[in-house]
């Protein structure tokens, strides 16, 4: 009987000894905790930024955006990056009316800033684009511009090293889909606001001077801005004929290429007017080179053509009204966009 129990003791030992080492034979499964959110604080003024479910901001995501926002490595020839058209030094334009890509090319169309992109509804002059992980990917690939072609482009990155770490890191692979999401997570972060008129929106009379306080009044009144430059980023996110351009013989016609909409020919996004004093040259062939020009083609009523908005008429502006709706718009001035380009891989 004795004999018998010790022989039960020592297969339950075996056993026991048995499990305990495959256990530990077995690879441990660790899980890996989400990165933690980006803390997205829009300056006073704004409104909260928009954030796609399918492209959640984390430091690490907007980091790498912008090393490859400003990485000339994109294009095709290495010559030009997203910043060379959106720089910081001009408010995120270039300063030109019309930019340059790879080869010195031009385009017809102005750089639009990327300030307050973030709340677009869709993006480019003429909305061809919804979001902003969409518009990342057009100037990639137009030939004009930076004239590659997405597999090239993650040929390219595949080959630098730490981009190639960074992206696995962030996304678990390398796709242009994921180039976009990356560059769009940083472009939501160039915000203005804080800017005078916010200021003074919140109670501080002494934010504006005389004459552009003078200026709102014109803007929500006898100047009109306010029909289509309205709310806390001053635009509508829809679009507009002004004329400007189609009195040339073969004229831009803007929407009207994306929609095939005859009612859209001529017609151009409303851009924000946030950090207007900064992104000269005006509309979007950069054809006006001051405010002073802007104002007084609005005063006259735009450029008449068959497809006019209906909202665009003279306005019988005087020479004071002039100068106070432009100090008005030099309030617009603001905060939180100014940046550094980063050190590249």
């Known amino acids: 009987m004795n004999t018998r129990v010790f022989l039960a003791l020592g297969c339950l030992a075996a056993t026991f000894l048995f499990l305990t080492c495959r256990r530990a034979e077995e690879p441990q499964v660790v899980t890996k905790a989400p990165p933690p959110p980006f803390e997205l604080n829009p300056p006073r003024g704004l409104e909260e930024v928009p954030v796609p479910p399918d492209n959640p901001m984390t430091a690490e995501k907007v ?40 080869r010195g090319q ?31 990917l057009g100037p990639i690939q137009n030939p004009i511009e930076m004239g590659h072609t997405l597999e090239g482009m993650v040929r390219g990155i595949q080959g630098i090293e730490v981009y190639r770490a960074q992206l696995q890191k962030v996304f678990g692979s390398l796709t242009a889909e994921n180039v976009a999401k990356a560059i769009a997570a940083y472009e939501r972060t160039v915000l203005s606001g804080n800017a005078p008129i916010d200021r003074f929106n919140l109670g ?46 073969d004229p831009d016609l803007g929407r009207y290429a994306v929609t095939k909409e005859e009612s859209d020919r001529g017609k151009f996004k409303t851009p924000t007017l946030r950090e207007i004093v900064a992104t000269a040259p005006y509309m979007h062939d950069g054809s006006q080179r001051t405010l002073q020009e802007v104002v007084d083609f609005y ?32 309030a617009l001035s603001g905060e939180g966009w100014q940046t550094e380009p980063p050190k590249l891989p």
Not at 210 to 239: M, Q, W, Y
């Open 63 to 102: 980091a790498l955006g912008k090393q490859l926002y400003f990485d000339k490595r994109l294009s095709a020839d290495g010559t030009v990056a997203c910043a060379d058209c959106h720089s910081p030094q001009f408010a995120f334009t270039d300063g030109n009316p019309v930019s340059a890509g790879i």
């Open 106 to 136: 031009k385009g017809g169309r102005s750089a639009p800033t990327v300030i307050n992109r973030a709340y677009g509804k869709s993006q480019f002059w003429d909305g061809r684009a919804a979001t902003l992980e969409q518009q990342a």
């Open 204 to 249: 501080d009379e002494n934010a504006l001077s005389e004459s552009a306080k003078r200026g709102v009044e014109l803007f929500g009144g006898k100047a009109r801005c306010g029909v289509c430059h309205t709310g806390p980023n001053f635009t509508d996110e829809l679009f507009h004929n002004l004329g400007v351009g189609m009195n040339r013989k």
């Open 299 to 330: 005063d006259k009523g735009g450029e008449k053509n068959a497809y006019l908005d209906k909202d665009i008429k003279p306005l019988g502006l005087t020479r004071r009204d002039k100068q106070d709706l432009i100090e008005f718009l030099k």
